[in-house]
């Protein structure tokens, strides 16, 4: 071995790995063919442990069924619960866009638990005849149930975090319709004036819009506690002693505190994606809504001259090269354009999800990493979303009166008193004439000022 690399081989031949590396050769293959996405695994802390915790379920589940020799099992869960307590992330260095089904991951975690089990044993990195990658930490496995069965996982630990998030938001929002509850202002329907609100309505609305999410993203989260672990190649359970599927998930459960269960149908469970299209399309349902209310943040914000400019959003950053005095409503603005990637990377898992042959779905690496990054990009929208723009919002409140007392919306009110016929003629020559409703219905005698004033008043209209 040169001081700078020792000389690993496989398959395929012999291959130089960096001498301090805990990795081995089949991920330095990996490093070698993948320069794809620029994400890495190391880039999802979330991803290495749950990683990690599968594949240290594994090893107490082969020693207590006795396919493991207690000295290296227990060396192999030591070395993994390092790794869970965060050491040797930068050990995870491959391109999260790969071929081969996720191998190149697996092997990853193969080759850096068995490296660091040999010097917890008191060996050298690479003398593998002591704790293989393969042989040991790798027992009882295959990628095509430790793969999918540690991404699963990960979603679980972030959805954990963007739930966190969301919730967050909802306050922040529940907050400001508390705080704007006596502020009259104009509804609209297709953009035309409606009927008169509250603006604290309004945003209480937007808090809980988006908390039917947290519903939807707890049923779809549920889907990912089902794993796959004991089924190895295609679900047959090649090489994994019986016993092996319902005990590594009773020992996940134990490490994680999460309720995983072992599938009742490994050759079905398999190749299956479902639910990860279920995972990922709340992921998107919870965007599209995220998206609508900023688009109404920006709607309500236009200004400040010459559009509605009913609230005022904090001013994040001068909004123009070349117009002085231009602040645009940026953050509103980067959370569109998040969960516009966040909607596309839907789509991608639905394709890849519908590319799946026989036993095996080989698209997985892109399905774990289109929804690592939309839950991370929500996740980071949503929090800068609420403490950079949402806790800072402010109501003009007499604008937003003003355009109550001239709206032609508030003759819906009279529709009980004098009619639809009569409320469509009085609104139409407001809009012809520019006059107001109260008027032109006091001129016509329809109603009294009492009557007029007590079914105008917008404080009526608001129940």
């Known amino acids: 071995m040169n001081e700078n690399y020792r000389i690993e081989s496989d398959l395929l031949g012999e291959l130089k790995v960096p001498a301090d590396a805990y990795y081995g050769v089949q991920t330095q293959r990996a490093l070698n063919n993948y320069k794809i996405s620029t994400t890495h695994v190391c880039d999802y802390p979330d991803y290495v442990i749950a990683i990690a915790c599968i594949k240290l379920a594994a090893a107490q589940t082969n020693k207590e069924l006795g396919a493991l020799a207690p000295e290296i099992a227990d060396a192999i869960v030591a070395a993994c619960r390092e790794i869970i307590d965060g050491k040797f992330l930068d050990q995870f260095p491959i391109d999260m866009m790969q071929g081969g089904a996720g191998t190149s991951v697996n092997m990853n975690a193969n080759e850096v638990i068995a490296n660091r089990t040999l010097e917890l044993m008191g060996h050298k990195k690479g003398e593998y005849q002591f704790c293989s990658p393969n042989d040991h930490v790798n027992c009882a496995q295959s990628t095509n149930d430790a793969y999918p069965s540690a991404f699963r996982y990960a979603?679980?630990?972030?959805?954990?975090?963007?739930?966190?998030?969301?919730?967050?938001?909802?306050?922040?929002?529940?907050?400001?319709?508390?705080?704007?509850?006596?502020?009259?202002?104009?509804?609209?329907?297709?953009?035309?004036?409606?009927?008169?609100?509250?603006?604290?309505?309004?945003?209480?609305?937007?808090?809980?819009?988006?908390?039917?999410?947290?519903?939807?993203?707890?049923?779809?989260?549920?889907?990912l506690y089902e794993i796959n672990m004991g089924g190895t190649a295609i679900g047959t359970g090649l090489n994994a002693k019986p016993g092996f599927a319902e005990l590594c998930a009773k020992k996940l459960t134990e490490l994680t505190g999460e309720e995983f269960t072992a599938s009742p149908d490994l050759v079905e469970a398999t190749p299956d994606t479902g639910a990860y299209v279920s995972y990922s399309g709340a992921l998107k349902r919870l965007a599209v809504k995220l998206s609508k209310i900023c688009n109404d943040l920006r709607l309500l914000t236009s200004g400040p001259r010459c559009g509605l400019k009913e609230i005022n959003l904090p001013p994040m950053a001068p909004g123009s090269s070349i117009m002085p005095g231009k602040v645009n409503p940026v953050i509103p603005e980067v959370t569109n354009q998040v969960c516009f990637k966040v909607i596309g990377n839907d789509a991608a898992v639905t394709f890849a999800a519908e590319a799946g042959q026989l036993q095996l779905n080989v698209m997985e690496p892109v399905i774990a990493q289109s929804i690592m990054e939309s839950v991370t990009w929500l996740a980071n929208a949503m929090d800068t979303l609420r403490s950079k723009c949402v806790e800072g919002i402010t109501v003009n409140k007499d604008r937003c009166y003003e355009m109550v007392r001239n709206s032609i919306g508030i003759v819906t009110a009279l529709n009980p008193l004098i009619g639809y016929k009569a409320s469509t003629k009085i609104a139409k020559e407001a809009l012809e004439t520019n006059r107001s409703v109260y008027d032109i219905v006091l001129e016509r005698g329809l109603l009294t000022k009492e009557q007029l004033d007590k079914a105008l008043d917008p404080r009526n209209m608001i129940g």
């Open 155 to 223: 979603f679980i630990r972030m959805n954990h975090r963007l739930e966190k998030s969301l919730k967050d938001l909802i306050d922040a929002f529940a907050a400001k319709g508390e705080e704007f509850k006596d502020i009259i202002k104009m509804g609209r329907t297709q953009l035309q004036d409606a009927v008169p609100m509250t603006s604290g309505q309004e945003f209480h609305a937007f808090a809980t819009n988006l908390g039917e999410e947290i519903q939807n993203l707890d049923r779809n989260v549920k889907l």
